[in-house]
């Protein structure tokens, strides 16, 4: 199955798929509330800012699996990213990104190789794919912050292939 019709829900209970952003840069990414690595929303919120409007968008999909850092339901989550962080990209509904019981677009995304050529698990909260409008996939470890100039080359990259189209 093409990785842009696996169908998933928004925080909000609508059915979507990664085809209703077929034409943008997508950056995935599993989020929490309380871990170490929240502060990261401001990055992604910023990114989502400043390349938005030329067709880029984050996607955040909450997760428990870590430590249990996403303990709240979807009204905490939607009220803790937008009173905290002002997030106005979208959030899906809690997902599982790991084990027997991984939403179908994990179990795809983490075929993916990272940098070091490493696929498999998911290793933590804020792990990012930036997703092509082609559908080719770029793995980035959640230690790499969104501004890393890696991250930004992959969304320049597809921006600049989009508008070349």
């Not at 871990?35 to 400043?50: N, S, V």
């Not at 992959?154 to 600049?160: Q, S």
Request: hydrophobic letters at 40%; glycine letters at 10%.
């Amino acid at each position: 199955m093409d990785i842009r019709d696996i169908p998933f829900t928004t925080i909000d209970g609508d059915p979507t798929s990664l085809a209703e952003w077929a034409d943008d840069v997508v950056l995935v990414v599993n989020v929490a509330s309380k871990c170490g690595l929240t502060p990261q929303y401001e990055q992604l919120e910023a990114l989502q800012r400043e390349y938005g409007p030329r067709g880029f968008t984050v996607l955040g999909f909450p997760c428990n699996q870590f430590a249990g850092q996403e303990p709240g339901g979807v009204e905490a989550i939607k009220e803790f990213c937008s009173t905290t962080y002002g997030v106005t990209f979208p959030l899906m509904e809690k997902v599982k990104v790991n084990g027997r019981n991984r939403h179908p677009l994990y179990a795809q995304l983490t075929a993916v190789n990272d940098a070091r050529g490493k696929a498999g698990r998911v290793k933590w909260n804020f792990e990012k794919f930036v997703i092509q409008p082609g559908g080719e996939v770029q793995r980035f470890r959640p230690d790499v912050l969104p501004h890393d100039p890696a991250i930004i080359a992959a969304i320049e990259r597809g921006l600049a292939d989009e508008a070349a189209a």
